[in-house]
Protein backbone atom coordinates (compact mmCIF):
# COMPACT_ATOMS: atom_id res chain seq x y z
CA UNK A 1 0.00 0.00 0.00
CA UNK A 2 1.66 3.67 -1.43
CA UNK A 3 0.89 6.26 1.60
CA UNK A 4 -1.26 8.84 0.16
CA UNK A 5 -1.10 10.73 3.64
CA UNK A 6 1.56 10.00 5.94
CA UNK A 7 1.63 11.08 9.44
CA UNK A 8 5.46 10.36 11.02
CA UNK A 9 6.41 10.49 14.49
CA UNK A 10 3.93 13.32 15.91
CA UNK A 11 3.85 15.24 18.82
CA UNK A 12 1.62 18.04 20.33
CA UNK A 13 1.49 19.42 23.82
CA UNK A 14 -0.60 22.49 24.77
CA UNK A 15 0.94 25.22 26.75
CA UNK A 16 -0.33 25.28 30.50
CA UNK A 17 -1.70 21.31 30.38
CA UNK A 18 0.14 18.61 31.20
CA UNK A 19 1.22 15.80 29.32
CA UNK A 20 1.94 14.97 25.68
CA UNK A 21 -1.67 15.37 23.62
CA UNK A 22 -0.02 13.08 21.05
CA UNK A 23 2.68 11.29 21.38
CA UNK A 24 4.50 9.52 18.66
CA UNK A 25 1.73 9.30 16.09
CA UNK A 26 2.55 7.47 12.86
CA UNK A 27 -0.47 6.89 10.67
CA UNK A 28 -0.58 6.48 6.52
CA UNK A 29 -3.59 6.58 4.63
CA UNK A 30 -3.98 5.05 0.49
CA UNK A 31 -5.27 7.29 -2.62
CA UNK A 32 -9.42 6.86 -2.13
CA UNK A 33 -9.66 5.04 1.69
CA UNK A 34 -11.43 6.22 4.46
CA UNK A 35 -9.71 5.91 7.66
CA UNK A 36 -11.49 6.36 10.82
CA UNK A 37 -9.69 8.15 14.07
CA UNK A 38 -11.23 6.61 16.60
CA UNK A 39 -10.85 7.32 19.97
CA UNK A 40 -12.68 8.55 23.67
CA UNK A 41 -12.90 12.66 24.55
CA UNK A 42 -9.60 14.29 24.70
CA UNK A 43 -7.58 11.27 23.15
CA UNK A 44 -6.56 13.52 20.44
CA UNK A 45 -8.38 12.82 17.60
CA UNK A 46 -9.49 16.48 16.54
CA UNK A 47 -6.07 17.50 17.53
CA UNK A 48 -4.22 15.43 15.11
CA UNK A 49 -7.14 16.13 12.59
CA UNK A 50 -5.83 20.10 13.04
CA UNK A 51 -2.21 19.13 12.61
CA UNK A 52 -3.67 17.86 9.09
CA UNK A 53 -5.35 20.47 8.39
CA UNK A 54 -2.93 22.76 9.53
CA UNK A 55 -5.43 25.04 12.26
CA UNK A 56 -2.51 23.44 15.01
CA UNK A 57 0.89 22.84 14.36
CA UNK A 58 3.01 19.91 16.03
CA UNK A 59 5.60 20.33 18.48
CA UNK A 60 7.17 17.41 16.13
CA UNK A 61 6.78 14.86 13.54
CA UNK A 62 5.93 15.76 10.01
CA UNK A 63 2.93 15.62 8.21
CA UNK A 64 3.33 14.61 4.31
CA UNK A 65 0.60 14.48 1.51
CA UNK A 66 1.02 13.14 -1.89
CA UNK A 67 4.18 13.41 -1.85
CA UNK A 68 4.32 17.17 -0.13
CA UNK A 69 5.69 17.93 3.42
CA UNK A 70 2.80 20.15 4.55
CA UNK A 71 4.55 21.52 7.56
CA UNK A 72 4.54 25.23 7.83
CA UNK A 73 1.73 25.71 5.23
CA UNK A 74 -1.42 27.53 6.26
CA UNK A 75 -4.79 25.75 5.79
CA UNK A 76 -5.62 27.22 2.83
CA UNK A 77 -2.11 25.79 1.18
CA UNK A 78 -2.68 22.42 1.54
CA UNK A 79 -5.44 21.05 -0.59
CA UNK A 80 -7.59 19.85 1.91
CA UNK A 81 -11.28 20.41 2.89
CA UNK A 82 -12.69 20.25 6.64
CA UNK A 83 -16.02 19.16 7.54
CA UNK A 84 -16.75 20.56 11.08
CA UNK A 85 -19.37 19.07 13.79
CA UNK A 86 -21.08 22.48 13.26
CA UNK A 87 -22.35 22.80 10.19
CA UNK A 88 -20.21 26.33 9.61
CA UNK A 89 -22.71 27.80 6.80
CA UNK A 90 -22.10 31.22 6.04
CA UNK A 91 -25.65 32.83 7.16
CA UNK A 92 -25.44 35.96 5.07
CA UNK A 93 -25.45 33.57 1.57
CA UNK A 94 -27.67 31.15 0.08
CA UNK A 95 -27.21 27.36 0.02
CA UNK A 96 -25.63 27.56 -3.80
CA UNK A 97 -23.20 30.35 -2.64
CA UNK A 98 -22.27 28.47 0.53
CA UNK A 99 -21.33 25.40 -1.97
CA UNK A 100 -19.37 27.16 -4.48
CA UNK A 101 -17.89 29.66 -1.90
CA UNK A 102 -14.13 28.94 -1.77
CA UNK A 103 -13.89 28.31 -5.73
CA UNK A 104 -15.92 31.52 -6.36
CA UNK A 105 -13.53 33.36 -3.92
CA UNK A 106 -9.96 31.76 -5.74
CA UNK A 107 -12.03 32.19 -9.06
CA UNK A 108 -10.98 28.48 -9.65
CA UNK A 109 -13.56 28.72 -12.49
CA UNK A 110 -15.32 30.54 -15.15
CA UNK A 111 -18.71 31.44 -14.52
CA UNK A 112 -20.89 29.20 -16.28
CA UNK A 113 -18.85 26.06 -15.19
CA UNK A 114 -19.30 27.45 -11.67
CA UNK A 115 -22.95 27.53 -12.08
CA UNK A 116 -22.78 23.83 -13.80
CA UNK A 117 -20.84 22.21 -10.97
CA UNK A 118 -22.74 23.75 -8.10
CA UNK A 119 -26.10 22.16 -9.63
CA UNK A 120 -24.15 19.15 -10.56
CA UNK A 121 -23.12 19.05 -6.71
CA UNK A 122 -26.54 19.78 -5.54
CA UNK A 123 -27.83 16.98 -7.43
CA UNK A 124 -24.97 14.43 -5.94
CA UNK A 125 -26.69 15.59 -2.46
CA UNK A 126 -30.16 15.27 -2.93
CA UNK A 127 -30.17 19.35 -2.93
CA UNK A 128 -31.78 20.18 -6.07
CA UNK A 129 -33.63 22.72 -5.76
CA UNK A 130 -32.42 24.13 -2.75
CA UNK A 131 -29.78 26.46 -4.25
CA UNK A 132 -31.38 29.60 -4.36
CA UNK A 133 -32.88 28.81 -0.62
CA UNK A 134 -31.18 30.95 2.66
CA UNK A 135 -29.22 28.31 4.82
CA UNK A 136 -31.26 29.34 7.96
CA UNK A 137 -34.19 27.27 6.46
CA UNK A 138 -32.24 24.06 6.16
CA UNK A 139 -32.70 21.32 8.54
CA UNK A 140 -29.81 20.14 10.50
CA UNK A 141 -29.09 17.06 8.21
CA UNK A 142 -29.09 19.37 4.82
CA UNK A 143 -27.43 21.67 6.58
CA UNK A 144 -24.59 19.07 7.10
CA UNK A 145 -24.69 17.72 3.50
CA UNK A 146 -24.33 21.64 2.10
CA UNK A 147 -21.24 21.70 4.35
CA UNK A 148 -20.15 18.58 3.28
CA UNK A 149 -21.05 19.61 -0.63
CA UNK A 150 -19.00 23.00 0.50
CA UNK A 151 -15.85 20.91 1.00
CA UNK A 152 -16.07 18.26 -1.68
CA UNK A 153 -16.23 21.23 -4.27
CA UNK A 154 -13.01 22.48 -3.42
CA UNK A 155 -11.82 19.26 -5.10
CA UNK A 156 -9.75 18.41 -1.97
CA UNK A 157 -6.62 15.89 -2.26
CA UNK A 158 -7.93 14.83 1.30
CA UNK A 159 -10.70 15.12 3.35
CA UNK A 160 -10.98 16.17 7.28
CA UNK A 161 -14.07 15.25 8.62
CA UNK A 162 -14.14 15.86 12.27
CA UNK A 163 -17.46 14.41 14.17
CA UNK A 164 -19.80 15.85 10.89
CA UNK A 165 -22.84 13.55 11.62
CA UNK A 166 -22.92 13.75 16.16
CA UNK A 167 -25.38 16.18 16.39
CA UNK A 168 -27.65 14.55 13.67
CA UNK A 169 -30.60 12.18 14.89
CA UNK A 170 -29.73 8.62 14.75
CA UNK A 171 -31.99 7.76 11.26
CA UNK A 172 -30.45 10.89 9.78
CA UNK A 173 -26.68 10.21 10.70
CA UNK A 174 -27.05 6.72 9.33
CA UNK A 175 -28.61 8.21 5.93
CA UNK A 176 -25.54 10.47 5.96
CA UNK A 177 -23.36 7.33 6.17
CA UNK A 178 -24.05 5.72 3.41
CA UNK A 179 -23.48 8.86 1.34
CA UNK A 180 -20.74 9.44 2.62
CA UNK A 181 -19.66 6.24 1.86
CA UNK A 182 -21.45 6.26 -1.75
CA UNK A 183 -19.61 9.76 -2.03
CA UNK A 184 -16.24 8.30 -1.54
CA UNK A 185 -16.97 5.09 -4.03
CA UNK A 186 -18.29 7.75 -6.63
CA UNK A 187 -15.09 10.16 -6.48
CA UNK A 188 -12.47 8.04 -5.02
CA UNK A 189 -12.28 10.91 -2.24
CA UNK A 190 -9.57 10.12 0.59
CA UNK A 191 -11.07 10.70 3.96
CA UNK A 192 -10.05 11.32 7.49
CA UNK A 193 -12.94 10.76 9.23
CA UNK A 194 -12.78 11.54 13.50
CA UNK A 195 -15.59 9.99 15.13
CA UNK A 196 -16.19 8.56 19.25
CA UNK A 197 -18.56 6.62 18.00
CA UNK A 198 -17.56 2.80 17.32
CA UNK A 199 -20.64 1.92 15.30
CA UNK A 200 -19.61 5.45 12.77
CA UNK A 201 -16.24 4.24 12.65
CA UNK A 202 -17.13 0.96 11.83
CA UNK A 203 -19.82 1.66 9.18
CA UNK A 204 -18.20 4.45 7.48
CA UNK A 205 -14.30 3.30 7.62
CA UNK A 206 -12.21 0.87 5.58
CA UNK A 207 -10.07 0.79 8.37
CA UNK A 208 -9.61 2.53 12.45
CA UNK A 209 -7.19 4.16 13.86
CA UNK A 210 -7.67 4.18 17.52
CA UNK A 211 -5.89 6.93 19.47
CA UNK A 212 -5.83 6.34 23.51
CA UNK A 213 -4.46 8.89 25.66
CA UNK A 214 -2.74 10.33 22.55
CA UNK A 215 -1.29 7.51 21.45
CA UNK A 216 -2.23 5.89 18.29
CA UNK A 217 -2.65 2.26 20.56
CA UNK A 218 -4.01 0.31 16.86
CA UNK A 219 -4.51 0.63 13.09
CA UNK A 220 -6.84 -2.45 12.10
CA UNK A 221 -10.32 -3.09 10.14
CA UNK A 222 -13.09 -2.55 11.78
CA UNK A 223 -14.50 -5.75 12.76
CA UNK A 224 -10.66 -6.77 14.26
CA UNK A 225 -11.73 -4.13 16.98
CA UNK A 226 -14.76 -6.10 17.39
CA UNK A 227 -13.98 -9.41 17.67
CA UNK A 228 -10.13 -9.27 18.38
CA UNK A 229 -9.39 -6.27 20.71
CA UNK A 230 -5.38 -5.97 22.27
CA UNK A 231 -6.09 -4.42 25.31
CA UNK A 232 -8.20 -3.72 28.23
CA UNK A 233 -9.06 -0.07 26.45
CA UNK A 234 -9.85 -1.16 23.16
CA UNK A 235 -11.80 -3.84 24.61
CA UNK A 236 -14.11 -1.18 26.64
CA UNK A 237 -14.31 0.85 23.77
CA UNK A 238 -15.82 -1.72 21.23
CA UNK A 239 -18.53 -3.06 23.60
CA UNK A 240 -16.63 -5.88 25.47
CA UNK A 241 -18.06 -6.37 29.09
CA UNK A 242 -16.83 -8.08 32.13
CA UNK A 243 -13.55 -8.62 32.77
CA UNK A 244 -12.44 -11.01 34.70
CA UNK A 245 -8.98 -11.70 35.82
CA UNK A 246 -7.25 -14.89 34.77
CA UNK A 247 -3.95 -16.87 33.75
CA UNK A 248 -2.73 -19.14 31.41
CA UNK A 249 -2.09 -22.29 33.20
CA UNK A 250 -1.35 -25.66 30.97
CA UNK A 251 -3.05 -24.58 27.89
CA UNK A 252 -5.97 -23.75 29.94
CA UNK A 253 -6.95 -20.06 30.92
CA UNK A 254 -7.93 -20.40 35.28
CA UNK A 255 -9.71 -17.68 36.82
CA UNK A 256 -11.92 -17.18 39.57
CA UNK A 257 -14.97 -18.73 37.51
CA UNK A 258 -13.18 -21.67 36.61
CA UNK A 259 -11.23 -23.49 34.24
CA UNK A 260 -11.76 -22.61 29.99
CA UNK A 261 -10.67 -24.00 27.05
CA UNK A 262 -11.12 -22.06 24.35
CA UNK A 263 -10.99 -23.36 21.25
CA UNK A 264 -11.54 -20.11 18.83
CA UNK A 265 -8.26 -18.23 20.96
CA UNK A 266 -5.18 -18.59 19.57
CA UNK A 267 -3.23 -19.30 22.94
CA UNK A 268 -0.04 -19.04 21.49
CA UNK A 269 0.24 -15.37 21.76
CA UNK A 270 -0.19 -15.52 25.97
CA UNK A 271 2.57 -16.16 28.67
CA UNK A 272 2.06 -18.33 30.89
CA UNK A 273 2.36 -16.82 34.63
CA UNK A 274 1.47 -13.06 33.26
CA UNK A 275 -2.08 -11.72 34.25
CA UNK A 276 -4.82 -11.00 31.62
CA UNK A 277 -8.19 -10.22 31.68
CA UNK A 278 -11.03 -12.77 30.19
CA UNK A 279 -13.48 -10.28 28.46
CA UNK A 280 -17.27 -11.77 27.68
CA UNK A 281 -19.13 -10.21 25.55
CA UNK A 282 -23.03 -9.09 27.07
CA UNK A 283 -24.30 -10.86 23.81
CA UNK A 284 -22.41 -14.08 24.59
CA UNK A 285 -25.65 -15.75 26.65
CA UNK A 286 -27.29 -18.28 25.00
CA UNK A 287 -29.64 -21.01 25.38
CA UNK A 288 -31.43 -19.48 28.38
CA UNK A 289 -33.38 -21.72 30.21
CA UNK A 290 -31.87 -24.22 29.71
CA UNK A 291 -28.39 -23.93 29.78
CA UNK A 292 -25.22 -25.48 31.81
CA UNK A 293 -24.50 -21.87 33.73
CA UNK A 294 -26.78 -20.69 36.80
CA UNK A 295 -27.07 -17.50 38.77
CA UNK A 296 -28.76 -14.63 40.60
CA UNK A 297 -30.85 -11.66 38.06
CA UNK A 298 -29.23 -8.26 39.92
CA UNK A 299 -31.10 -5.87 37.98
CA UNK A 300 -32.26 -5.85 34.63
CA UNK A 301 -32.38 -3.47 31.90
CA UNK A 302 -34.52 -3.63 29.25
CA UNK A 303 -33.44 -2.78 26.06
CA UNK A 304 -36.01 -2.99 22.96
CA UNK A 305 -35.13 -6.89 21.42
CA UNK A 306 -32.84 -7.61 24.76
CA UNK A 307 -32.40 -7.17 28.48
CA UNK A 308 -29.42 -6.03 29.93
CA UNK A 309 -28.85 -7.89 32.88
CA UNK A 310 -26.43 -7.80 36.17
CA UNK A 311 -26.66 -12.18 37.20
CA UNK A 312 -24.37 -12.80 39.99
CA UNK A 313 -22.58 -16.01 38.60
CA UNK A 314 -19.79 -18.05 40.00
CA UNK A 315 -18.89 -15.59 42.56
CA UNK A 316 -18.26 -12.39 39.67
CA UNK A 317 -21.34 -10.17 38.36
CA UNK A 318 -21.82 -10.91 34.56
CA UNK A 319 -23.00 -7.81 32.66
CA UNK A 320 -25.25 -9.90 29.74
CA UNK A 321 -27.92 -9.53 27.23
CA UNK A 322 -30.89 -11.88 27.18
CA UNK A 323 -33.44 -11.75 24.95
CA UNK A 324 -36.52 -9.60 25.86
CA UNK A 325 -39.00 -12.83 25.33
CA UNK A 326 -37.78 -14.31 28.88
CA UNK A 327 -38.96 -11.77 32.03
CA UNK A 328 -36.35 -11.33 34.71
CA UNK A 329 -36.99 -9.20 37.80
CA UNK A 330 -33.92 -9.41 40.43
CA UNK A 331 -33.68 -12.25 42.57
CA UNK A 332 -34.80 -14.60 40.29
CA UNK A 333 -32.74 -17.30 39.18
CA UNK A 334 -31.82 -17.80 35.33
CA UNK A 335 -29.54 -20.12 33.45
CA UNK A 336 -27.69 -19.74 29.84
CA UNK A 337 -24.60 -20.99 28.36
CA UNK A 338 -21.80 -19.09 26.94
CA UNK A 339 -20.68 -18.83 22.82
CA UNK A 340 -16.76 -19.12 23.24
CA UNK A 341 -16.88 -18.02 20.19
CA UNK A 342 -17.58 -14.36 22.23
CA UNK A 343 -14.63 -14.69 24.53
CA UNK A 344 -11.54 -13.09 24.50
CA UNK A 345 -8.15 -12.48 26.52
CA UNK A 346 -6.36 -9.24 26.90
CA UNK A 347 -3.57 -8.10 28.71
CA UNK A 348 -4.00 -6.98 32.63
CA UNK B 1 -49.02 39.45 17.52
CA UNK B 2 -47.82 41.01 13.54
CA UNK B 3 -50.54 43.61 14.33
CA UNK B 4 -49.08 44.36 17.96
CA UNK B 5 -46.08 44.81 17.03
CA UNK B 6 -46.87 46.99 14.41
CA UNK B 7 -49.45 48.71 16.94
CA UNK B 8 -46.15 49.31 19.49
CA UNK B 9 -43.60 50.57 16.38
CA UNK B 10 -46.58 52.81 15.71
CA UNK B 11 -46.89 54.59 19.51
CA UNK B 12 -42.81 54.31 19.77
CA UNK B 13 -42.75 56.76 16.75
CA UNK B 14 -44.90 59.24 17.74
CA UNK B 15 -43.63 59.38 21.20
CA UNK B 16 -39.93 59.47 19.44
CA UNK B 17 -41.22 61.70 16.68
CA UNK B 18 -43.50 64.02 18.47
CA UNK B 19 -41.78 66.78 19.64
CA UNK B 20 -40.22 67.37 16.84
CA UNK B 21 -43.42 68.50 15.47
CA UNK B 22 -43.46 72.20 17.04
CA UNK B 23 -39.79 72.48 16.73
CA UNK B 24 -40.16 72.00 12.66
CA UNK B 25 -43.65 74.63 12.29
CA UNK B 26 -41.42 76.91 14.83
CA UNK B 27 -38.81 76.83 12.24
CA UNK B 28 -41.11 77.97 9.79
CA UNK B 29 -43.10 80.71 11.37
CA UNK B 30 -42.22 84.50 12.48
CA UNK B 31 -44.62 84.55 15.45
CA UNK B 32 -46.33 81.85 17.01
CA UNK B 33 -46.99 82.57 20.83
CA UNK B 34 -50.41 83.13 22.66
CA UNK B 35 -52.84 84.20 21.90
CA UNK B 36 -51.86 83.65 18.41
CA UNK B 37 -53.33 80.25 16.91
CA UNK B 38 -51.94 80.28 13.73
CA UNK B 39 -48.25 81.11 12.64
CA UNK B 40 -47.69 83.31 9.75
CA UNK B 41 -45.33 80.63 7.53
CA UNK B 42 -42.05 81.98 6.28
CA UNK B 43 -38.91 80.65 5.63
CA UNK B 44 -36.48 83.49 6.57
CA UNK B 45 -34.95 81.79 9.55
CA UNK B 46 -33.67 79.07 7.38
CA UNK B 47 -32.34 81.33 4.98
CA UNK B 48 -31.01 83.72 7.45
CA UNK B 49 -28.87 81.13 9.00
CA UNK B 50 -27.70 79.27 6.11
CA UNK B 51 -26.76 83.18 4.89
CA UNK B 52 -25.38 83.80 8.93
CA UNK B 53 -21.77 82.01 6.95
CA UNK B 54 -21.02 79.65 10.65
CA UNK B 55 -23.37 77.54 10.26
CA UNK B 56 -22.94 75.69 6.97
CA UNK B 57 -19.19 75.51 7.60
CA UNK B 58 -19.29 73.96 10.87
CA UNK B 59 -22.38 71.66 9.51
CA UNK B 60 -19.27 70.53 7.38
CA UNK B 61 -17.06 69.77 10.02
CA UNK B 62 -19.27 68.27 12.07
CA UNK B 63 -20.10 65.92 9.44
CA UNK B 64 -16.62 64.84 8.15
CA UNK B 65 -15.44 65.04 11.67
CA UNK B 66 -17.79 62.40 13.30
CA UNK B 67 -17.35 60.57 9.85
CA UNK B 68 -13.93 60.16 9.89
CA UNK B 69 -13.66 59.86 13.67
CA UNK B 70 -16.49 56.92 13.17
CA UNK B 71 -14.33 55.19 10.57
CA UNK B 72 -10.87 55.60 12.19
CA UNK B 73 -12.45 53.89 15.62
CA UNK B 74 -14.20 51.38 13.81
CA UNK B 75 -10.91 50.46 11.67
CA UNK B 76 -8.51 51.03 15.13
CA UNK B 77 -10.94 49.36 17.32
CA UNK B 78 -11.60 45.98 15.26
CA UNK B 79 -8.94 43.97 15.63
CA UNK B 80 -8.18 44.81 19.40
CA UNK B 81 -12.22 43.99 19.86
CA UNK B 82 -11.80 40.54 17.90
CA UNK B 83 -9.13 39.17 20.29
CA UNK B 84 -10.89 40.87 23.68
CA UNK B 85 -14.10 39.20 22.66
CA UNK B 86 -12.77 36.05 21.06
CA UNK B 87 -10.02 34.84 23.08
CA UNK B 88 -9.66 34.63 27.21
CA UNK B 89 -5.82 35.76 28.48
CA UNK B 90 -4.43 37.19 31.34
CA UNK B 91 -5.37 40.95 32.06
CA UNK B 92 -8.62 40.73 29.99
CA UNK B 93 -10.93 42.10 32.78
CA UNK B 94 -8.05 44.46 33.21
CA UNK B 95 -8.24 45.79 30.23
CA UNK B 96 -11.52 45.66 29.89
CA UNK B 97 -11.49 48.45 32.84
CA UNK B 98 -9.23 50.47 31.50
CA UNK B 99 -10.94 50.84 28.69
CA UNK B 100 -13.76 52.29 30.58
CA UNK B 101 -11.78 54.41 31.84
CA UNK B 102 -12.31 57.31 28.89
CA UNK B 103 -16.21 57.05 29.87
CA UNK B 104 -15.91 57.31 33.59
CA UNK B 105 -13.70 59.85 33.92
CA UNK B 106 -15.52 63.51 33.09
CA UNK B 107 -14.01 65.05 30.43
CA UNK B 108 -13.27 68.08 31.41
CA UNK B 109 -10.78 66.74 34.04
CA UNK B 110 -8.84 65.86 31.15
CA UNK B 111 -9.42 68.01 28.55
CA UNK B 112 -7.13 71.05 29.24
CA UNK B 113 -4.39 68.92 30.22
CA UNK B 114 -5.05 67.70 26.59
CA UNK B 115 -4.99 71.21 25.03
CA UNK B 116 -1.81 72.24 27.09
CA UNK B 117 -0.05 68.98 25.05
CA UNK B 118 -1.31 69.53 21.75
CA UNK B 119 -0.21 72.61 21.35
CA UNK B 120 3.23 71.76 22.03
CA UNK B 121 2.48 69.31 19.40
CA UNK B 122 1.45 71.42 17.12
CA UNK B 123 -2.56 69.78 16.84
CA UNK B 124 -4.00 72.72 19.15
CA UNK B 125 -7.49 74.21 17.22
CA UNK B 126 -7.35 72.18 13.45
CA UNK B 127 -8.57 69.42 11.81
CA UNK B 128 -6.15 66.90 12.65
CA UNK B 129 -5.49 67.34 16.53
CA UNK B 130 -9.78 68.07 16.63
CA UNK B 131 -9.81 64.05 15.06
CA UNK B 132 -7.17 62.89 17.34
CA UNK B 133 -8.81 64.14 20.93
CA UNK B 134 -11.81 62.60 19.68
CA UNK B 135 -10.13 59.19 19.05
CA UNK B 136 -8.55 59.06 22.29
CA UNK B 137 -12.08 58.90 23.60
CA UNK B 138 -14.05 56.59 21.31
CA UNK B 139 -11.74 54.36 19.81
CA UNK B 140 -11.78 52.56 23.73
CA UNK B 141 -15.47 52.89 23.19
CA UNK B 142 -15.84 51.48 20.03
CA UNK B 143 -13.34 48.63 21.13
CA UNK B 144 -15.88 47.35 24.28
CA UNK B 145 -18.60 47.78 21.96
CA UNK B 146 -17.20 45.65 19.64
CA UNK B 147 -15.95 43.46 21.50
CA UNK B 148 -19.10 42.71 22.89
CA UNK B 149 -20.87 41.57 19.36
CA UNK B 150 -17.63 39.53 19.04
CA UNK B 151 -18.21 37.40 22.09
CA UNK B 152 -21.22 35.79 20.19
CA UNK B 153 -18.77 35.75 16.93
CA UNK B 154 -17.97 31.76 15.83
CA UNK B 155 -14.63 31.93 14.98
CA UNK B 156 -14.71 28.43 13.67
CA UNK B 157 -15.91 30.17 11.00
CA UNK B 158 -12.93 31.95 9.48
CA UNK B 159 -11.12 28.33 10.73
CA UNK B 160 -13.77 26.53 8.16
CA UNK B 161 -13.22 29.56 5.67
CA UNK B 162 -9.06 28.73 5.81
CA UNK B 163 -9.39 25.37 5.29
CA UNK B 164 -11.89 25.66 2.06
CA UNK B 165 -7.98 27.12 0.74
CA UNK B 166 -9.41 31.00 1.29
CA UNK B 167 -6.71 32.86 2.43
CA UNK B 168 -6.92 35.31 5.19
CA UNK B 169 -7.86 38.46 3.59
CA UNK B 170 -10.77 36.74 1.61
CA UNK B 171 -11.92 35.39 4.92
CA UNK B 172 -11.42 38.33 6.97
CA UNK B 173 -13.64 40.33 3.99
CA UNK B 174 -16.11 37.38 2.89
CA UNK B 175 -17.01 35.94 6.17
CA UNK B 176 -15.68 37.99 9.62
CA UNK B 177 -17.18 41.44 8.51
CA UNK B 178 -20.67 39.71 7.07
CA UNK B 179 -20.81 37.91 10.09
CA UNK B 180 -20.31 40.82 12.39
CA UNK B 181 -22.03 43.52 10.11
CA UNK B 182 -24.62 44.59 12.55
CA UNK B 183 -22.92 45.10 15.25
CA UNK B 184 -20.04 47.27 13.45
CA UNK B 185 -23.19 49.07 12.05
CA UNK B 186 -24.87 49.78 15.44
CA UNK B 187 -21.11 50.82 16.87
CA UNK B 188 -20.16 53.09 14.15
CA UNK B 189 -23.79 54.73 14.40
CA UNK B 190 -23.27 55.38 18.56
CA UNK B 191 -19.60 56.54 17.82
CA UNK B 192 -21.54 59.15 15.10
CA UNK B 193 -23.74 60.27 17.17
CA UNK B 194 -21.52 60.86 20.25
CA UNK B 195 -18.96 62.72 18.27
CA UNK B 196 -21.97 64.74 16.83
CA UNK B 197 -22.57 65.61 20.19
CA UNK B 198 -19.52 66.81 21.46
CA UNK B 199 -19.32 70.22 22.75
CA UNK B 200 -16.73 70.52 25.68
CA UNK B 201 -13.57 68.66 24.07
CA UNK B 202 -14.04 70.64 20.63
CA UNK B 203 -14.80 73.56 22.46
CA UNK B 204 -11.26 73.37 24.54
CA UNK B 205 -9.16 71.79 21.67
CA UNK B 206 -10.79 73.23 18.35
CA UNK B 207 -11.91 76.84 18.86
CA UNK B 208 -11.13 79.46 18.06
CA UNK B 209 -9.87 78.33 14.42
CA UNK B 210 -11.84 75.49 14.18
CA UNK B 211 -15.78 75.43 14.83
CA UNK B 212 -18.25 72.69 14.61
CA UNK B 213 -22.03 72.81 14.56
CA UNK B 214 -22.47 72.26 18.61
CA UNK B 215 -19.71 74.84 19.11
CA UNK B 216 -22.02 77.37 17.19
CA UNK B 217 -25.07 76.16 17.88
CA UNK B 218 -25.01 76.06 21.26
CA UNK B 219 -24.10 79.83 21.79
CA UNK B 220 -26.67 80.65 19.38
CA UNK B 221 -29.22 78.98 21.84
CA UNK B 222 -28.04 80.54 25.14
CA UNK B 223 -27.82 83.68 23.68
CA UNK B 224 -30.98 85.87 24.68
CA UNK B 225 -31.05 87.61 21.58
CA UNK B 226 -32.74 84.86 19.30
CA UNK B 227 -36.66 83.51 18.63
CA UNK B 228 -37.63 80.58 19.36
CA UNK B 229 -38.07 80.43 15.51
CA UNK B 230 -34.19 80.73 15.04
CA UNK B 231 -33.59 78.14 17.88
CA UNK B 232 -35.97 75.55 16.57
CA UNK B 233 -34.00 76.09 12.97
CA UNK B 234 -30.44 75.70 14.46
CA UNK B 235 -32.09 72.80 16.18
CA UNK B 236 -33.72 70.69 13.22
CA UNK B 237 -30.59 71.96 11.33
CA UNK B 238 -28.47 69.72 14.13
CA UNK B 239 -30.66 66.73 14.55
CA UNK B 240 -31.68 66.42 10.77
CA UNK B 241 -28.50 64.31 9.94
CA UNK B 242 -28.56 61.86 12.71
CA UNK B 243 -31.78 61.05 12.42
CA UNK B 244 -31.06 60.35 8.70
CA UNK B 245 -28.39 57.81 9.80
CA UNK B 246 -30.88 55.94 12.13
CA UNK B 247 -33.27 56.06 9.06
CA UNK B 248 -30.91 54.36 7.03
CA UNK B 249 -28.98 52.19 9.73
CA UNK B 250 -32.62 51.21 11.09
CA UNK B 251 -32.42 47.46 10.45
CA UNK B 252 -29.15 47.21 11.93
CA UNK B 253 -29.94 48.60 14.96
CA UNK B 254 -33.12 46.49 15.17
CA UNK B 255 -30.63 43.38 15.10
CA UNK B 256 -28.44 44.58 17.69
CA UNK B 257 -29.51 42.09 19.94
CA UNK B 258 -26.09 41.06 21.04
CA UNK B 259 -25.26 44.44 22.21
CA UNK B 260 -28.15 44.72 24.61
CA UNK B 261 -27.52 41.29 25.43
CA UNK B 262 -24.41 42.33 26.87
CA UNK B 263 -25.63 45.54 28.26
CA UNK B 264 -23.59 47.66 26.37
CA UNK B 265 -26.07 49.82 25.08
Known sequence: MSAFLSLENIYKTYPGQDG????????????????????????????LLKIVSGLESQDKGRVVLDGKILDGLPPEKRSTAMVFQKSLLFRHLTVAENINFAPRLNRAFERAELRARTSAMLELLHLEGYGRKRVTELSGGQEQRVSLGRALMTEPSLLLLDEPLSALDINLKWALL?????????????????????????????????????????????????????????????????????????????????????????????????????????????????GAWSGVVKSALPQGLGTLCEIECRGETLKLVLPARFVHHPGESVSFDLDPELFWVVPS | MKRARGLILAVAGIVLLFPLAPLLLWSFTTYWRWPVVWPNFDGGHWLRLIADGRILPALGNSLLLSTLITCFALALSFFPAKILGTRNFRGKRLLELLLLVPAFIPQISVVFGMQQVFMKLGLYSNFPGTLTANLVFYVPYATLLLAAVFEDYDIALEEQ???LGVGRLKTMVFVTLPAVRSGIIVTGVFCFIGSWAVYLLNNVVASPRFHTLPGVIFPLVSVGNNSYSTIATAIIIYILPVLFLLFITSKALASAGNLTKHNIL
Open chain 1, 178 to 290: MEIRELNVRLGQTMLYVTHDQKEAAAVANRVAFLDGGRLARVARPHEFYSRPLSLAEAKFFGWENFIPCSLENGRLRSAMGEYALPGLALGAYRPGEGYYMCIRPEAAKNVGS
Open chain 2, 161 to 163: SRT
Open chain 1, 20 to 47: LVLADVNLTLAKGEIVALLGASGSGKTT
